[in-house]
């Protein structure tokens, strides 16, 4: 199947600092990317959509500026929490996706924020 | 947009065939049904998905109703290393050629030696 690599795997960041996910699809370009957080023992969150050279589409909830989305080409999209707290640490999953071969999922990254 | 209804959990013996079922009675003609299973602190893995007729592959088969509204995915030997939560989701067409894959809660599947 399909290769997504998703970086870094894990980061602990202090509460105020950016972080920064990257998403690369190593062997095919991906029309779309999707951004997920889940939380322990709890299924996985859409938080947002986002198409190549086009704004990211959130989920309601979702604060755009908190969370913000780049997907700059067909192979890299990122994920910058800003400001991170606490209550943000989680598991950050990507998915890139096309409508031929369907989606494939990233590593994920754990984030702690201390 | 189609919601699906699994099982939160079953067992299956080691060597096994491993039948999850899911549910999805409001599904769309151009929708298909995909599944995935997501292993302890990992990316979820794309198993198989389908439209109408039933589909196999190495890791799996999915057998999907003429009504379409309900299917099955068949793990035929399972193995140990096949525990994990498995999800079945029903593809949402957002416009174009774009979707989104929205998780349920998916069905725990623990294969017991």
């Given at each position: 199947g399909a290769v997504v690599s998703q970086h870094p795997s894990w980061v602990i960041c202090k509460s105020g600092t950016s972080v920064k996910i990257e998403c690369r699809s190593l062997d095919f370009q991906a029309t779309t990317m999707f951004w997920y957080r889940q939380f322990p023992k709890q299924s996985l969150m859409l938080m947002a959509t986002s198409n190549e050279g086009s704004k990211a589409t959130y989920e309601q909830g979702v604060e755009k500026d908190k969370f913000l989305i780049n997907?700059?080409?067909?192979t890299l999209s990122t994920l910058t929490v800003t400001s991170?707290?606490?209550?943000?640490?989680s598991f950050y999953i990507c998915s890139a996706s096309t409508a031929v071969i369907g989606a494939f999922f990233g590593q994920g990254t754990r984030l702690t924020v201390v | 947009d189609a919601k699906t209804t699994q099982p939160p959990s079953m067992d299956c013996a080691e060597g096994r065939a491993a039948n999850l079922p899911c549910n999805h009675?409001?599904?769309?003609?151009n929708e298909y049904v995909y599944w995935y299973r997501q292993i302890h602190s990992q990316g979820p893995q794309y198993i198989i998905h389908g439209l109408k007729n039933n589909e196999t592959n190495e890791m799996a088969s999915l057998i999907i109703t003429e009504d379409r509204k309900s299917s099955t995915l068949i793990l035929p030997h399972a193995t140990l290393r096949d525990t994990a939560v498995y999800y079945c989701i029903v593809r949402i067409n957002s416009g174009g050629s774009n979707y989104k894959l929205t998780f349920g809660k998916g069905t725990l599947l623990t294969v017991n030696p």
């Open positions: 997907h700059a080409s067909l991170a707290h606490p209550e943000d640490s | 009675s409001t599904i769309s003609g």
